[in-house]
């Protein structure tokens, strides 16, 4: 059994373990957090697309969480194929991304607590990576300033995996239907407007 991360301090301990990288790969914030489960993962992935205004991050580790969501899904050990793995991402940014998610996950250390277990249950989790799919994949998509919303869904269910905190995860996948929502509101109203135009 794992000790519990600190929610506040997981991208503080991430640029602690490479202190002389200027940039920290994916395949290092895979080895860091180690053969945990699925939780840290997607809560450490989604956190950069939580924070509006950083530009290029929704692709960036929108598809690792894809492919997360995928094994998560399949119930095997998570991976990313060497295109992905070697990618990084600047200390500066990390730490501007800290900075500003440390209060909110302040906040949910206090708050978490195992209940609800069955959510976070082995099925369970296998359903959530579906889920999880498809909210990635939002991520991932060129649109203006909504990456933030699924990343937030995304965010919350990892904290509920991390934690078996099924009131997180249900709370998750509840903003993930509004974040869908709003991501195919924003889609549609550009698709409309470019049709428009021809």
């Known amino acids: 059994m794992y000790p519990r991360l600190s929610l506040s301090r997981i991208l503080d301990d991430l640029l602690a373990a490479y202190p002389d990288d200027d940039h920290i790969s994916l395949q290092e914030a895979i080895q ?3 053969v945990r489960a699925y939780g840290p993962l997607l809560v450490l992935f989604a956190l950069p697309n939580t ?3 950083i530009p290029g991050l929704g692709s960036l580790f929108g598809l690792p969480l894809m492919f997360f969501a995928v094994q998560m899904a399949l119930g095997r050990a998570p991976w990313l194929p060497a295109f992905l793995a070697s990618k990084g991402v600047a200390r500066t940014s990390l730490h501007s991304i800290s ?5 909110w996950l302040e906040r949910a250390d ?5 209940r609800m277990l069955w959510l976070s249950s082995p099925f369970a989790e296998r359903v959530l990576g579906w889920a999880v799919l498809l909210l990635a994949f939002a991520i991932v998509l060129p649109l203006p300033f909504t990456n933030m919303f699924p990343a937030w869904a995304i965010a919350a269910i990892g904290i509920g995996v991390l934690d078996r905190d099924g009131a997180w995860i249900l709370g998750g996948l509840v903003w993930g239907v509004i974040a869908l929502a709003i ?3 924003v889609l549609a ?3 409309g407007a470019m049709l428009s135009v021809f």
């Open 189 to 191: 109203g550009l698709t």
């Open 32 to 34: 860091h957090l180690g």
């Open 110 to 114: 206090r708050a978490v607590h195992p």
């Open 99 to 103: 900075d500003r998610a440390r209060p």
């Open 51 to 53: 924070i509006p205004n």
């Open 183 to 185: 991501v195919g509101s």
